[in-house]
């Protein structure tokens, strides 16, 4: 990918794909860009390069894409929630760990004869 693409070439194509007809995906970026799906992860883990960057671009893209669609109904909003939920971190609100040191007490009268 690296010698196919120069970063601002990549951009290009990133723009030009997110303005393509269709669902969005990283998979179908990848297609796209004519790689498989762990070179697009490659780059995007590689920080060094400059190329990280442009797929973090690429991916809020794409995430823009499902949660506006999803919103408009024009994608299905249990599928447009799953691919938000798998592939971008998205949680329920009731999903959130607890925040700071969690204390449990127990009442003497659930412990019986071990007090």
């Given amino acids: 990918m690296k010698k196919k693409y120069s970063k601002k070439r990549l951009k290009r194509l990133i723009d030009a794909y997110v303005e393509t007809d269709g669902v969005k995906s990283l998979a179908g970026l990848a297609l796209y860009l004519g790689i498989d799906s762990a070179e697009l992860n490659q780059l995007q883990s590689d920080s060094k390069d400059g190329y990280s960057e442009i797929i973090a671009y690429a991916r809020t893209c794409i995430e823009k894409d499902i949660v506006e669609n999803g919103l408009r109904g024009k994608y299905n909003?249990?599928?447009a929630s799953f691919i938000l939920r798998s592939s971008f971190g998205y949680r329920?609100?009731?999903e959130l760990p607890p925040q700071g040191p969690v204390k449990i007490?127990?009442?003497?009268?659930l412990l019986g004869d071990a007090v």
Avoid: Y
Avoid at 105 to 109: K, L, N, P, Q, S
């Fill in 105 to 109: 007490e127990v009442a003497e009268e």
């Fill in 77 to 79: 909003a249990s599928m």
């Fill in 92 to 94: 329920d609100k009731g």
